[in-house]
């Protein structure tokens, strides 16, 4: 029903900068939130960062002042500006989406849709 295509991993050294880009698709009826969570090897899943569809923003406290999340509404699109990388950020990074569904005709209630994960390693 929804999909999440996520892009724009990869390996960077310390100090440097990714983006990353998810794509929702699929029978949507509404965004409520969108975000990055991210899971290092032998760690749990953490929030990286989250954004309503008002606009409002929430940063993990140790990415703050480092990244920026954005949205392209238009095309269903959230983005992870990632600058001033350290290798402490290594993990593989989830595109979340909190969404409605058609179900039929009717909205379906919300839930949270997941991405496939893209690999982000920073070295020293």
């Known amino acids: 029903q929804v999909q999440l295509v996520e892009s724009g991993g990869g390996l960077v050294q310390a100090g440097g900068s990714l983006r990353l880009s998810c794509a929702v698709s699929?029978?949507?009826?509404?965004?409520?939130?969108m975000g990055w969570y991210r899971q290092a090897p032998g760690k749990q899943r953490e929030l990286v960062a989250a954004?309503?569809?008002?606009?409002?923003?929430n940063y993990g406290d140790s990415v703050k002042g480092r990244f920026t999340i954005s949205t392209d509404n238009a095309k269903n699109t959230v983005y992870l500006q990632m600058n001033s990388l350290v290798p402490e950020d290594t993990a593989v990074y989830y595109c979340n989406a909190n969404a409605r569904a058609f179900n039929g005709w009717r909205a379906g209630d919300p839930y949270d849709y997941w991405g496939q994960g893209t690999q982000v390693t920073v070295s020293s």
């Open positions: 954004i309503t569809s008002s606009g409002s923003t």
């Open positions: 699929g029978s949507i009826f509404t965004i409520n939130a």
